[in-house]
């Protein structure tokens, strides 16, 4: 039994050593219109890779933003808004660097966008997803501070605030009743009365 457990943590020991390794990352980033932008993307080793896609997800499916296949780059099976917009920071793909360069972001790039690798032989191909990069591209004055929806559930709150301060009055004031008013006849009053 323990050679069979030692055998087993042996052959996972060196399935980890052999198999690629890649660091998976999540990040979000923010952009101005017209910004140039990084997603940024790295594996630890990138040897055998011969597919790098960039997609950006899209409802239920995907749009391809970038295609480097077999060592070159694909533009027949890019979306067309990427056409000439994307490219690889560094194309030598030097320690795995894999980032892509997003360039004149608009407000309809804002999603995310997924960095696949496929790795292998004809025989044995693996694909994974490496990153995901959510991407924001707002309007300047828009929500640059990321804190508009703050302002306004401020704004809601001092509103109510200044609503119940006011229904309170309304209701202090009819509970407390009107003023007793204090009733005097004047003396020329008086001097009719008598007559």
């Known amino acids: 039994m323990a050679a069979v457990?030692?055998?087993?943590?042996?052959?996972?020991?060196?399935?980890?050593?052999?198999?690629p390794v890649f660091v998976f990352v999540v990040q979000n980033i923010r952009a101005r219109p017209g910004e140039n932008v990084s997603l940024p993307c790295s594996a630890l080793q990138n040897s055998d890779i011969i597919v790098i896609e960039w997609s950006r997800r899209f409802q239920n499916f995907s749009h391809v933003v970038f295609l480097h296949r077999d060592g070159w780059f694909d533009p027949w099976n890019q979306h067309p808004s990427y056409k000439n917009r994307v490219e690889l920071k560094d194309e030598q793909m030097k320690d795995g660097n894999?980032?892509?360069?997003?360039?004149?972001?608009?407000?309809?790039?804002?999603?995310?966008?997924?960095?696949l690798i496929?790795?292998?032989?004809?025989q044995i191909k693996?694909?994974?997803?490496?990153?995901?990069?959510?991407l924001t591209v707002f309007q300047p004055g828009g929500d640059e501070d990321?804190?508009?929806?703050?302002?306004?559930g401020l704004s809601v709150v001092a509103l109510l605030v200044g609503v119940v301060g006011?229904?309170?009055v309304v209701m202090y004031r009819?509970?407390?009743?009107?003023?007793?008013?204090?009733?005097?006849?004047?003396?020329?009053?008086?001097?009719?009365?008598?007559?």
């Open 146 to 152: 990321g804190n508009v929806g703050l302002k306004v």
């Open 5 to 19: 457990t030692s055998a087993s943590v042996l052959s996972t020991l060196l399935l980890l050593c052999i198999s």
């Open 98 to 115: 894999m980032s892509l360069i997003l360039k004149n972001v608009i407000i309809s790039d804002t999603g995310t966008y997924d960095c």
């Open 174 to 195: 009819k509970r407390k009743g009107p003023k007793e008013e204090t009733s005097y006849k004047a003396a020329d009053d008086k001097d009719t009365d008598h007559q």
């Open 126 to 134: 693996t694909t994974e997803t490496i990153c995901t990069i959510n």
């Open 118 to 122: 496929q790795r292998g032989t004809d």
């Open 166 to 168: 006011v229904v309170g």
